[in-house]
C-alpha cells in the first residue's frame, strides 16, 4: 500500500516534506540556508531563537542546541561559519547540517 502525497495533502510534511537540521557545537556560530521553494522554521517564535525566515531563505545564529527547518523543493545553498568567520570544514567549531528529503514525521 503506497500513501498518496498529491496536492490534497496540506499537512505541514506533506507540503514541506524535507527537513534540515542545524546542530551546534558549543561556539556561537552564523548560518543562512536558501532553497528553490518554500522554507519554514520548526519553532514557535523564530525571531526569539534569533533567525530570520523568508519564503526562501534563513539566516540566525546557534551556539548550543538544534533547530529545524522544514521545506519544499532542492536545496539551493548552505553557508556556516564560526564565530571568527571560518568557514565550514575548516573549522571544527561550524555547526553540522543534516539534509533529509521526503521526511513525513519529525
Known amino acids: 500500500m503506497t500513501r498518496d502525497t498529491s496536492e490534497s495533502d496540506t499537512s505541514e510534511a ?5 527537513l534540515v537540521t542545524i546542530v551546534g557545537r ?16 520548526l519553532a514557535d517564535d523564530p525571531f526569539e531563537e ?4 523568508t519564503k526562501s531563505a534563513v539566516e540566525g545564529s ?7 527547518f522544514r521545506f519544499s523543493g532542492e536545496l539551493a545553498n548552505i553557508s556556516v561559519v564560526d564565530w571568527n568567520g ?13 539534509v533529509n528529503y521526503g521526511v513525513q514525521n519529525q
Open 50 to 53: 534569533g533567525t530570520v525566515v
Open 62 to 68: 546557534i551556539d548550543t542546541g538544534v533547530q529545524r
Open 14 to 18: 506533506g507540503r514541506l516534506p524535507n
Open 86 to 98: 571560518v568557514e565550514g570544514a575548516a573549522s571544527p567549531s561550524t555547526p553540522t547540517v543534516h
Open 26 to 41: 558549543g561556539v556561537p556560530s552564523n548560518f543562512e540556508i536558501s532553497v528553490a521553494g518554500e522554507l519554514e522554521m
